[in-house]
């Protein structure tokens, strides 16, 4: 009886109609050729385009950019801020991941939301918040103040700032991967170690760090992607200090529109690309090899009893999470109550004057609201419907090729923004060689490249939720008699929503916060939201920068107030069986 | 209405899950399917309910062809309920709503239910005993309670035909007992066509009217409970069902020699005529005693290789010409681990022993 579940997961019979199945064919083959060109060709022009000169084939791109100094100079800096920002990604992940998860410390959940906040607040926000606290008249002076000794001031635009601000942003994707995999340690296996006569550091050395080292790596190497692609902070903060690493660079050479801009940059990005890739190899590799906890059950309870020095751990855990993820963006919001930059803040002071500019007076911030809107909403629909669709098909009917194509739709996020940005152009600029029917210059390459980069966030999102759903569940309905319309709308969708709104939410929020493609694919009247933070900003306007950056905190905020609300209510109806 | 499976074989690329499966069902009658785990059972019921689709051979339900090679109806299009091993409730409807599901949606809901739903649902309720709990959640209910919500769902349109896989063994052990009798009441109530599926030998005998073993994709053999237990006719119906022992020797018309020991002569006592062709004579251990002197020369020597203790009985290993077998006595006089015995056949087993056995033909 295992083997037919396991031969033939697939629910639906074969019904061997001969012309139905050729059909299947059909539309299985389009939908392979339809993702081979959406996902693959872009990339395939990307590296065509650096490995030729004047048409023909040649590695002088190569090259002429291995020769010039400045490439390894901006390799050196790269390297460094990458390494030194994933130490303290999985340093601080790993500490706080073994705390929430063995320790009896109170109040986790509400620990979990601040830890993931950096997290889902786009970096480049993150980095402004960061420079107001230790701006000029910033928090940082007044509660330096408050000391006998002076502490000194803080640059942040320079090496250890991109360092510090990278790291700190970036630790709770190793904070996630770690705890679920601390909680799915058994406690049995720690409990027989003690019993063979270990200690309880031992154990931990011998035991439960071995059995979390896949979290652990896998975490540090998503989080050495971030620092390594990721581009608000280092354009942030490296641009005004002449500070450049592989990301901005490729930026920079596209914006400067140099004769051979293009042909740098996709070379560069190859260079980037591969780097990344090389990243994502090794943790495949890691993971692969390394042996899976077979139990699926998180373990939540505390296992490792603090006693007195409890009350301790948690203040200064609060501490660091307050001050670390509240405290900046409190000072940005101040700023942005400012008439103008480096004003004392007092009450006289305060005025929403910014956020009238931003709402109100500038065409440019009020164009890139709707455009913003406009492409998350857009986005976010077709990915729910082309992204369930695909996660249905790959867990109830899985086959080698949509293990593939699921490779194939994830390469986009993978890359480095740029250079996925830079293989937009390439693909979309002329689709058909000789051929430019405009969309590059247009707002279009924006849904486009959205779309491309984001679908597998909705397609995780709803694998997740098909995965929950068990296939007898479907079977039931048919059984009763339903057809697949209304097996769909009377029992999966209900089952998959609120999974399938989390991973929709994810997308919508990434769509309307992006900054990285979109610095590289706007035009005038299709700036994004981030293109006019990151213009605002780069001319100096600040107290507009920070009042336009609230305004989206305030949005995602609210917005995972709803999320939260909905889901509260459907589980309190539902009440999981599982 | 009879349901009626010729010549079924079904293959998953190079696997044979069945082969040249042969049956039919008649109206009301309550059929178990037994075998191990991987005999093909669950796949024989999927391809009744229509979610798989034969490789060769037919499948009628009434008097429509359901399944072929060429075509193969839909599980909705065809007159069938099913109650699933891991209950498959679904997390967001009631219990009411669940009975209400099939009332709405399968095909062949007569019109006087369709006009009566609500009579039809106070009826399923009450059936299953779960009046009190219609508005209740699936995770509001205990393991019985939800697998009476699945029966009440696969019954409420009466369907012609009931197919269960597994349907007590996500239970413990006392609940399943339960189960048990309130499957053969709904059974009795309902008049219902069923086919139970289960691996559970004593479930099978317990409730079916004929069952049917099933080993490596094959039937072993079709009847009813009394002859597949008194009766098998292959090995493997005698150790799967009755935990047979299996003695390998000559038989000469009605007496057995056992390869082994040629001096000890057995009468039969109604072994099927298969079971003699293949030079077998199967003895269930309670048919058997254990003496600790050899009192007669039909003994056969053996020694205590394991005692269990069983509270109204004792259960013994025993080796038997370099074999394992097992029998089980009454609790006067125990034997020790290691002990040097001799078993024989109970007297009372060769009284009633007809040579001419009876059969019923079906």
Not at chain 2, 200 to 219: F, P, W
Request: aromatic share 10%.
């Amino acid at each position: 009886m295992q083997i037919s579940t396991k031969e033939n997961r697939g629910i639906m019979p074969k019904r061997a109609l001969s012309s139905l199945f050729t059909w299947q064919k059909i539309l299985m083959g389009l939908a392979l050729v339809m993702i081979a060109i959406i996902f693959l060709l872009p990339i395939y022009r990307l590296i065509a385009l650096s490995i030729q000169v004047d048409g023909s084939f040649s590695l002088a791109n190569y090259t002429t950019i291995l020769q010039d100094s400045k490439t390894w100079s901006v390799m050196g800096d790269t390297i460094l801020i990458v390494l030194g920002s994933t130490t303290i990604s999985v340093t601080l992940g790993i500490v706080f991941a073994w705390l929430v998860a063995y320790t009896d410390i109170r109040g986790k959940r509400l620990m979990q939301l601040f830890i993931i906040l950096p997290f889902v607040i786009p970096s480049y926000i993150t980095t402004l918040a960061w420079t107001q606290f230790f701006g000029a008249n910033g928090l940082y002076e007044k509660l330096a103040e408050l000391f006998p000794f002076s502490l000194g001031s803080v640059n942040l635009y320079s090496m250890g700032g991109i360092i510090f601000v990278l790291g700190f942003s970036h630790y709770p994707l190793v904070y996630l991967l770690s705890i679920s995999v601390f909680r799915k340690i058994p406690r049995e296996v720690e409990h027989a170690s003690r019993v063979s006569g270990a200690s309880s550091w031992q154990t931990f050395r011998r035991v439960t760090l071995p059995l979390a080292l896949p979290g652990i790596a896998s975490g540090g190497f998503l989080a050495f992607l971030a620092n390594l692609d990721n581009f608000g902070i280092p354009a942030f903060l490296g641009i005004p200090a002449k500070i450049d690493v592989l990301s901005t660079y490729i930026y920079q050479q596209v914006v400067g529109f140099g004769p051979t801009a293009f042909e740098r940059a996709s070379t560069l990005s190859v260079l980037l690309g591969v780097i990344a890739l090389m990243g994502t190899f090794l943790q495949w590799l890691l993971l692969r090899k390394s042996k899976r906890i077979e139990t699926t059950v998180e373990d939540e309870k505390a296992r490792f009893f603090l006693r007195k020095s409890k009350v301790i751990v948690e203040i200064i855990l609060w501490s660091f999470l307050l001050l670390t993820s509240l405290v900046p963006l409190l000072a940005m919001g101040m700023t942005s109550l400012l008439p103008a930059y480096g004003v004392d803040f007092t009450w006289d002071h305060i005025s929403l004057k910014n956020y009238q500019f931003v709402l109100e007076t500038s065409p440019k911030a009020k164009r890139a609201i709707g455009n913003s809107v406009q492409l998350a909403v857009v986005i976010t629909i077709i990915g729910v419907m082309i992204g369930t669709m695909f996660a249905y098909f790959r867990v109830r009917k899985p086959n080698r090729w949509n293990q593939l194509s699921e490779i194939v739709i994830s390469l986009p996020y993978a890359l480095p923004g740029t250079v996925m940005a830079l293989s937009m152009i390439f693909a979309w600029m002329e689709p058909i060689p000789g051929w430019n029917p405009g969309i590059y210059g247009s707002v279009l390459i924006l849904f486009i490249a959205y779309f491309t980069r984001f679908l597998i966030l909705q397609v995780r999102g709803s694998i997740t939720a098909v995965l929950q759903v068990d296939y007898t569940m479907e079977e039931a309905a048919i059984v009763s008699g339903s057809n697949s319309w209304v097996k769909w709308r009377k029992i999966l969708l209900p089952l998959l929503l609120p999974s399938i709104l989390s991973g929709a939410f994810l997308v919508f929020l990434t769509a309307l916060t992006e900054l990285t493609v979109s610095s590289l694919l706007w035009s005038s009247n299709s700036e994004t939201i981030g293109v006019v933070i990151f213009g605002f900003e780069q001319a100096g306007y600040t107290t507009y920068s920070t009042a336009f950056s609230s305004l989206i905190i305030i949005f995602i905020l609210l917005g995972f107030f709803l999320l939260y609300i909905t889901q509260f209510l459907w589980n309190r109806k539902v009440a999981r069986t599982r | 209405m009879t349901i009626k499976v010729q010549r079924l074989s079904k293959r998953f690329s190079s696997f044979e899950a069945l082969r040249h499966i042969d049956f039919s069902i008649e109206k009301g009658e309550f059929i178990a399917i037994l075998g191990p785990s991987g005999c093909g059972k669950t796949t024989l019921l999927r391809l009744l309910a229509g979610f798989l689709s034969p490789t060769e051979g037919t499948i009628t339900i009434g008097d429509q062809e359901v399944g072929n090679p060429t075509k193969t109806l839909p599980p909705e299009k065809r007159n069938i309920g099913m109650v699933f091993q891991s209950f498959a409730l679904w997390p967001h409807l009631n219990v009411a709503e669940h009975i209400r599901f099939p009332l709405q949606h399968h095909r062949f809901v007569s019109e006087e239910i369709k006009q009566n739903q609500k009579k039809r649902m106070g009826d399923v309720l009450k059936i299953v005993e779960l009046e009190s709990f219609r508005t209740r959640m699936p995770s509001e209910l205990s393991g019985g309670q939800k697998q009476r919500v699945a029966l009440a769902r696969a019954i409420a349109p009466k369907p012609e035909l009931l197919l269960m896989d597994e349907p007590l063994s996500n239970l413990d052990a006392e609940l399943r007992m339960e189960m048990r009798s309130e499957i053969q009441s709904l059974h009795r109530l309902t008049n219902a066509t069923i086919l139970y599926v289960t691996h559970d030998q004593s479930e099978a005998l317990a409730m079916a009217d004929r069952i049917i073993v099933m080993n490596n994709g094959q039937i072993e053999q079709i009847d009813t409970p009394t002859e597949i237990y008194h009766h098998p006719r292959t090995p493997f119906v005698a150790k799967f069902v009755g935990k047979a022992n299996l003695m390998k020797g000559k038989w000469t018309k009605d007496c057995f020699t056992p390869d082994l020991i040629p001096s000890i002569q057995w009468p039969d006592i109604g072994i099927e005529p298969d079971m003699k062709q293949l030079g077998y004579y199967p003895i269930r251990p309670e048919q058997l005693i254990l003496t600790k002197e050899q009192s007669s020369n039909q003994a056969v020597p053996a020694v205590i290789t394991s005692i269990q203790f069983q509270g109204k009985e004792m259960h013994y290993n025993v080796q038997v010409l370099g074999e394992e077998w097992q029998i089980q006595t009454g609790l006067g006089d125990p034997f020790d681990l290691g002990e040097q015995v001799f078993l024989e056949i109970k007297q009372e087993v060769l009284l009633s022993s007809t040579p001419t056995h009876m059969h019923y033909v079906y």
